[in-house]
């Protein structure tokens, strides 16, 4: 490892906030180092391709290490644990995602800001995109939500070692819909950051190869499999309330689905228009079917097959829209948690990836 031009090991940085990402050859990472902005953050660069050439700049640091995306992360994060003790916040971002230093340097300090556990930057309306929930309002800095996607997570530093774990199991898919469970205490836990919305440059599923989904393995199998051994549903991805620019607190479904509406001049910013318009639909739909929820869980101490076996339901202790654990009697009536377990659903990415939610 690098930094500063030197080969004698990681040097101590004053900042506090850390990027760290998987790259090979097709890396936007230089955008994330342009010049002219002052860094809050520095950048640790996990690369899988060894013909990237050494980086010599103030707090970057420079690893190789082969493997999938997943994998690499777990390795990462089993052997730099003192280095990562530095920061308190890390963000892990996908090599085609398209940020300025301005853009990144704002990210991290709305986490602070906030004391946010998980979080992540919105999706410019022309970025690919799988969940249209995670796509920009300008109008709100930012929305709680009960869901963070992989592509660009933010972790607290203490969550991140509590979730961190989650990179060892072997799935190279569906460990985002667990980590927000594992430690969701409240509707003000995770949120989507509108103000500095970040562009996602390539299709969903364009790496799926380099990633191990090959020869008939789907993303579907990792996430159904993660599923059964949390014993979580698939929740839908859905806000609690948003903040306004302003400052002003938006709540409640009718509000939260009215400032969704104009998601739909995305639809046709890309191709193909009609899986964008799709998962646009969906999300409105979500909106207006319950409000947002969480299952709580933990690490479990068998094997996925264990619970698959044994036909095992989801064991649901939602928190509704006030933060309130729910008892199981009036789940089926407040809970969105709940509500979202009875349903199929096909969600599709506009790169044409399609993935089935059967949660029964």
């Not at 997943?70 to 280095?83: C, I, N, P, S, T």
């Not at 579907?220 to 599923?227: F, M, R, V």
Request: glycine letters at 8%; one cysteine or more.
């Amino acid at each position: 490892m690098t930094t500063n031009g030197s080969g004698d090991g990681p040097e101590k940085s004053d900042r506090k906030y850390l990027l760290v990402a998987r790259i090979g050859p097709k890396s936007l990472h230089a955008q994330w180092l342009a010049a002219g902005v002052e860094r809050n953050y520095d950048v640790f660069l996990s690369s899988y391709d060894t013909n990237l050439p050494e980086i010599r700049e103030d707090g970057v640091y420079l690893e190789y290490r082969g493997g999938s995306k997943v994998a690499g992360y777990a390795g990462f994060l089993r052997e730099h644990a003192d280095f990562l003790a530095r920061y308190k916040y890390i963000c892990f971002f996908d090599d085609d995602i398209e940020a300025s230093p301005a853009c990144i340097n704002g990210i991290f300090s709305r986490c602070d800001e906030y004391n946010l556990k998980i979080a992540q930057p919105a999706l410019t309306w022309d970025s690919h995109f799988t969940y249209a929930c995670l796509l920009q309002q300008k109008r709100y800095a930012l929305r709680y939500v009960n869901f963070v996607e992989m592509m660009c997570p933010v972790f607290r530093h203490d969550i991140l070692e509590r979730i961190a774990p989650l990179y060892a199991l072997g799935y190279e898919s569906g460990i985002d819909l667990i980590w927000c469970n594992l430690v969701a205490e409240d509707p003000r836990d995770f949120a989507v950051i509108d103000e500095f919305p970040v562009r996602h440059t390539e299709p969903v599923g364009g790496n799926k190869s380099a990633n191990g989904f090959a020869d008939g393995r789907l993303y579907e199998d990792d996430i159904h499999a993660i599923l059964a051994l949390f014993r979580v549903p698939w929740l839908r991805a859905t806000p609690f309330s948003a903040i306004g620019r302003s400052g002003r607190v938006t709540k409640g479904r009718t509000s939260l689905l009215l400032g969704a509406l104009i998601l739909l001049a995305a639809a046709p910013l890309r191709r193909p228009v009609t899986g964008r318009l799709r998962a646009i639909l969906v999300h409105w739909r979500h909106l207006w079917r319950g409000a947002a929820g969480n299952v709580r869980t933990r690490f479990p101490m068998e094997p996925a097959e264990t619970y698959v076996a044994q036909g095992a339901r989801p064991s649901r202790k939602p928190i509704d829209s006030a933060g309130q654990r729910m008892p199981t009697s009036v789940v089926s009536l407040r809970s969105g948690a709940s509500r979202q377990a009875d349903w199929r659903e096909t969600v599709s990415a506009e790169s044409g990836l399609t993935l089935r939610r059967e949660n029964r």
